[in-house]
C-alpha cells in the first residue's frame, strides 16, 4: 500500500514535471524568502551558485545550541522546531517552522554561539547560505550583498521591537503581581 | 538496537568505501606519479590567480574571458623565460669551453683568496689557518669541472678543428699546468664519465624527450582552466558527502584552509618576485649583461622559496657567473669593479630586504614553522623528489599545517571533541 503511494507521487512529480517543464529550482525557493525578496532573478541565480541543499531525518538537529554559527537555513519542506535545553536536560520548544520559514540567520551576521538548537520533526530538506559565502559576495557583488544586509538589518531591527514589547510586557504583568502581592501583606 | 545494527553496518560500509577509495587513490598516484607535478602546479597556478579573476569579473569582465586572458599571461611569462633560459644553455663545445674557464677562474680566485700567487708560494692569514680546509672544498669543486677521457679527447678535436678562440686555450693550458688537477680521481672521472653519458643519451633523443614532456605538461594548461571555471562544484561535492553533524563545521574548515593557503601561496609567491626583481636590478646595475641577470634572478627568487637553502642556490649561481664574467662595466661608477664583491653586495641586499620588508609585510606571522621542522621538511623533500620536493615541502607543511589545526579548533568548537 505504501509503496503504490510512493510510487503515485513519483508519478505525478515526475508527469508534473514533465508537462509544464518546471522543477522547483532553488531559485523557487529564495524567491519567496522576504530576506531576498528584492533580488532579481539573475541576482537570485548568482546566491544560488552557494546554496546548499541538505536533507535531515526525524529527530536530527541540523544546528545545536553553543554550536558556532556559520549558516542560515531555509526550509524546502518539512517542519524545524527551534529548541533549548531547560535546567532539567528536557528540551523546551521555542517554536515550530515550516516550508519557506528560514532559521539561524544571526549567522549570517557574525560567529557567536547559537542561542537555541533546531531539530528536524518531519524529514526535513533545507537549503543552507554561509556567511563566509555572504561576506564573499560583498565583495564580488556588493549591490546583491548590501540588498540582502539591508533586509538582514530590517528583520533583526522587528526581531528587536518585538523583543522590547515582550520585555515591556513581562515587566508590565510583574508591576502587577508585585502590586497584587504587596496588597495582600 | 535496530538503529545501533543500522550504525555499525553504515561506520562498515563508510569505513569500507573510504579504504577502497584510499586504496585506488594511492594505487594511481604510484601509477601515474608523473602526472602528480604537473597537477599540482595547475592547482598551484589556479590558485594564485584566483583573486586575478575576481579582480577583472569586478571590472565587468566574463569570467571565461578573464581565465583566457591570464593564461595567455602565464603562457607569456612561461614562453619568455623558457626562451631565455634555452638560449643561456650552452651546447657541448659551449659547455666545454666553460668549464675551461670556469676551472681557469677558480683557480685564481682560490690563489687570490690565500694570498698567494702560485701553490708553492706561501699565503696569508687565511692560508694558514683553514688552507688545508678550503683546498679539499676547492678540489672537490673542481672534479666536477675536470674532463674525463672522452670529453678530453672531444675538446682536443675542437683545437684541431681551430674552433677554440685564443683565450681559451690559454685557460685550458694554464690549467694542465697545474700541478693537482692532471691526474683527477677515479671517482670524478667516473662521474663525469656517467654525466657524459647522460648528456649523450639526452641529446640523442631530444625530440622524444620534447614530445614525452609536452605530453605530460598539456594537462597543466588544462588543469589550471578547469580549477578556475570551477563555480564552487569541487567544494560541493565534499561538502554533498560530509554528514548533517560536521557539515557546518566542514564548510568553515574549508573556507578558512582555503583564506590561508591562498594567502601563503600569494604571499610565497609575491615575495620570491620581489627577490627575483632586486637580484635583476643590482645585478643590472652591477654591471651583468640584462639576459644574465635575468636569469640569476630567476633562479635566485624561485629558489628564495626553499628556507636556509634558497638564498645560498641564488648566491651560488651569481658567483659562478661572477666568476666566469669578463669585462662588466657597472652603472654607476663608485660601485666595486670586482664582479665577486658586487654579487655578494646583491644578494647581501636581497637578503636583507627579505627578511626586513618583504617577509613581514607580506607573510606576516601567518603561519610560523619551527626552523627544525623547516629543515627536516627540505632535506626530506629533496631526498622524495629532487629540486621540486625542496621547492614544495614547506608549501606541503604549511599546507597540513593548517589544515590539522583548523580542523582541531573548529571540531572543539563543534564540540565533536573535548
Same mark, same amino acid.
Given at each position: 500500500m505504501e509503496d503504490s503511494i510512493k510510487i503515485r507521487s513519483l508519478w505525478k512529480d515526475f508527469s508534473k514535471e514533465l508537462l509544464t517543464g518546471q522543477k522547483q529550482t532553488i531559485v523557487d525557493i529564495l524567491k519567496t524568502i522576504p530576506l531576498l525578496k528584492?533580488?532579481?532573478k539573475?541576482?537570485l541565480k548568482?546566491i544560488s551558485k552557494f546554496a546548499y541543499e541538505r536533507s535531515s531525518e526525524i529527530n536530527e538537529f541540523v544546528f ?7 549558516a542560515m537555513f531555509i526550509i524546502k519542506e518539512g517542519e524545524i522546531k527551534i529548541v ?9 520548544e521555542?517554536a515550530v517552522l515550516q516550508t519557506g520559514d528560514i532559521f539561524g ?13 533546531a531539530l528536524a520533526s518531519k524529514p526535513t530538506k533545507a537549503i543552507a547560505i ?46 502587577? /503581581? ?8 | 538496537m535496530v538503529s545501533n545494527d543500522r550504525l555499525n553496518r553504515s561506520r562498515v560500509f563508510y569505513?569500507?568505501l ?18 602528480? /607535478? ?41 614562453? =619568455? ?18 668549464? =675551461? ?45 675536470? @674532463? ?21 686555450? %690559454?685557460?685550458?693550458?694554464? &690549467? ?8 683527477? &680521481?677515479?671517482?670524478? &672521472? ?19 624527450? %620534447? ?22 562544484e569541487?567544494?560541493s561535492f565534499?561538502l554533498g558527502i560530509v554528514p548533517n553533524r560536521?557539515f ?5 574548515? %574549508? ?22 626583481? $632586486? ?61 665577486? $664583491?658586487? $654579487? ?7 637578503? %636583507?630586504?627579505?627578511?626586513?620588508? @618583504? ?60
Amino acid at each position: 500500500m505504501e509503496d503504490s503511494i510512493k510510487i503515485r507521487s513519483l508519478w505525478k512529480d515526475f508527469s508534473k514535471e514533465l508537462l509544464t517543464g518546471q522543477k522547483q529550482t532553488i531559485v523557487d525557493i529564495l524567491k519567496t524568502i522576504p530576506l531576498l525578496k528584492d533580488l532579481s532573478k539573475r541576482e537570485l541565480k548568482v546566491i544560488s551558485k552557494f546554496a546548499y541543499e541538505r536533507s535531515s531525518e526525524i529527530n536530527e538537529f541540523v544546528f545545536e545550541a553553543g554550536q558556532p554559527g556559520a549558516a542560515m537555513f531555509i526550509i524546502k519542506e518539512g517542519e524545524i522546531k527551534i529548541v533549548k535545553k531547560s535546567d532539567n536536560d528536557e528540551y523546551l520548544e521555542i517554536a515550530v517552522l515550516q516550508t519557506g520559514d528560514i532559521f539561524g540567520e544571526l549567522a549570517l551576521l557574525d560567529s557567536s554561539p547559537r542561542s537555541a538548537g533546531a531539530l528536524a520533526s518531519k524529514p526535513t530538506k533545507a537549503i543552507a547560505i554561509f556567511r563566509e559565502d555572504l561576506n564573499g559576495l560583498l565583495k564580488t557583488h556588493p549591490e546583491i550583498g548590501g540588498k540582502i544586509m539591508m533586509h538582514l538589518a530590517i528583520i533583526t531591527g522587528q526581531r528587536l521591537k518585538t523583543t522590547t514589547n515582550h520585555v515591556i510586557q513581562m515587566e508590565n504583568e510583574i508591576n502587577k /503581581l508585585k502590586e497584587k502581592f504587596n496588597g495582600k501583606q | 538496537m535496530v538503529s545501533n545494527d543500522r550504525l555499525n553496518r553504515s561506520r562498515v560500509f563508510y569505513f569500507s568505501l573510504f579504504f577502497f577509495f584510499i586504496s585506488i587513490f594511492g594505487f594511481l598516484i604510484f601509477v601515474l606519479k608523473d602526472l602528480v /607535478l604537473p597537477i599540482i602546479l595547475g592547482i598551484l597556478a589556479a590558485y594564485i590567480s584566483l583573486p586575478g579573476v575576481n579582480y577583472l569579473k569586478r571590472k565587468g569582465i566574463p569570467k571565461s574571458l578573464a581565465i583566457v586572458i591570464l593564461l595567455g599571461v602565464f603562457s607569456l611569462v612561461v614562453f =619568455v623565460i623558457g626562451q631565455k633560459i634555452v638560449s643561456a644553455i650552452p651546447n657541448e663545445k659551449e659547455n666545454l669551453e666553460l668549464r =675551461v674557464q670556469l676551472q681557469y677562474k677558480l683557480d685564481q680566485n682560490f690563489l687570490a683568496l690565500l694570498g698567494k700567487t702560485d701553490y708553492n708560494s706561501e699565503g696569508n692569514f687565511l692560508d694558514d689557518l683553514v688552507g688545508d680546509e678550503l683546498y679539499q672544498i676547492f678540489q672537490g669543486l673542481n672534479s666536477f669541472l675536470v @674532463f674525463n677521457k672522452h670529453e678530453s679527447s672531444e675538446f682536443k678535436k675542437y683545437i684541431k678543428k681551430s674552433m677554440i678562440s685564443e683565450r681559451t686555450l %690559454f685557460f685550458y693550458n694554464e &690549467n694542465l699546468k697545474h700541478p693537482f688537477l692532471s691526474t683527477p &680521481n677515479s671517482k670524478s &672521472n667516473k662521474l663525469n664519465e656517467n654525466t657524459a653519458n647522460k648528456s649523450k643519451t639526452k641529446s640523442a633523443s631530444k625530440i622524444a624527450l %620534447f614530445l614525452d614532456a609536452i605530453s605530460i605538461w598539456i594537462i597543466l594548461p588544462f588543469i589550471f582552466i578547469f580549477v578556475l571555471i570551477d563555480e564552487g562544484e569541487i567544494k560541493s561535492f565534499f561538502l554533498g558527502i560530509v554528514p548533517n553533524r560536521y557539515f557546518e563545521m566542514a564548510f568553515t574548515t %574549508f573556507s578558512n584552509v582555503d583564506v590561508a593557503i591562498g594567502n601563503y601561496l600569494r604571499g610565497t609567491l609575491l615575495q620570491s618576485s620581489l627577490v627575483g626583481l $632586486v637580484i635583476f636590478i643590482g645585478l643590472s646595475i652591477i654591471g651583468f649583461k640584462i639576459q644574465a641577470a635575468l636569469l640569476i634572478g630567476i633562479i635566485a627568487g624561485i629558489s628564495n622559496a626553499i628556507p636556509f637553502l634558497g638564498p645560498v642556490i641564488g648566491l651560488g649561481t651569481g658567483l659562478i657567473y661572477a666568476m666566469i664574467v669578463e669585462g662588466i662595466n657597472p652603472i654607476i661608477p663608485f660601485i666595486p669593479a670586482n664582479p665577486i $664583491v658586487g $654579487v655578494l653586495i646583491v644578494v647581501f641586499i636581497a637578503q %636583507f630586504l627579505d627578511n626586513a620588508v @618583504f617577509q613581514p609585510i607580506v607573510l606576516g606571522k601567518a603561519v610560523n614553522l619551527h626552523p627544525l621542522v623547516v629543515v627536516i621538511g627540505v632535506t626530506g623533500g629533496s631526498i622524495i623528489a629532487g629540486f621540486w620536493g625542496m621547492l614544495l615541502a614547506i608549501p606541503t607543511i604549511v599546507i597540513f599545517k593548517v589544515v590539522i589545526s583548523t580542523v582541531y579548533r573548529q571540531a572543539k568548537a563543534y564540540y565533536i571533541i573535548y
